[in-house]
């Protein structure tokens, strides 16, 4: 089934940790996204690819890094966890206009 | 600085009725809209859009009205149904190919 994919479903992490969100697509789109929902703050950008092999700063980039070695996968990494980086994380995929974003179902991070 | 913001947290309506979503945005630049929706543990799902060169865009039960000089556009639900209930985000997109930026989200809950 075409889609994304999201890696753990949920986790519980001591902070200071290191930790890799996994995120995978198999529609052949060019751009990948992460996002952090909050309450109240709605969605917010934390990286973005437009391709492989390039990756930019969303809103929200500090303490995450992401890489995009190809296509169809977009990891994204806490270096050293800290309790400010509990949250539900979102990756999303386009293949065209941005607006035809696809999400997966989500990771829930909980940092102790 | 929130660019798109939905001051509603919440809204509960009667089934059948109509449910009105309100989202206003700063950024004069934004020329393309969008509203998801997210299910609890699901991720959000493209819903409707709207080009700035419309003010209205209907698809079944849901239309999208947008007033550029108020900076405002809305979300109609009629019939409103009890599966309708989520959460809606608004977002908005400054130029073609840029990144989404997402309002903080509205709980709608239809209650039978």
């Known amino acids: 089934i075409a889609g994304i994919t999201q890696a753990p479903t949920s986790q519980i992490l001591a902070a200071g940790r290191r930790m890799t969100l996994r995120c995978t697509q198999d529609m052949r789109h060019n751009a990948m996204y992460w996002y952090r929902q909050d309450l109240g703050l709605g969605l917010r950008l934390i990286h973005y690819?437009?391709?492989?092999?390039?990756?930019g700063k969303g809103e929200v980039p500090d303490g995450y890094s992401v890489s995009r070695a190809n296509t169809d996968d977009f990891p994204l990494t806490l270096a050293s966890a800290v309790p400010s980086q509990t949250s539900v994380y979102f990756c999303a995929s386009s293949g065209g206009r941005v607006n035809e974003q696809f999400f997966g179902p989500g990771t829930r991070l909980t940092v102790l | 600085d929130q660019q798109v913001k939905q001051n509603s947290p919440s809204l509960s309506v009667q089934e059948g009725r109509i449910s009105i979503l309100n989202c206003d945005y700063t950024n004069s630049m934004f020329d393309y809209f969008l509203w998801y929706k997210k299910y609890p543990a699901e991720g959000p799902t493209f819903l409707i859009s709207?080009?700035?060169?419309?003010d209205k865009n209907e698809d079944g039960r849901f239309t999208v009205f947008l007033n550029k000089s108020a900076k405002h556009l809305s979300l109609h639900i009629v019939p409103s149904q009890p599966g309708d209930s989520a959460v809606y985000f608004c977002a908005a997109e400054a130029t073609s190919g840029s990144r989404l930026t997402f309002g903080e989200g509205t709980q709608l809950t239809v209650n039978p």
């Open positions: 709207i080009s700035s060169i419309k």
């Open positions: 690819s437009n391709t492989a092999g390039t990756t």
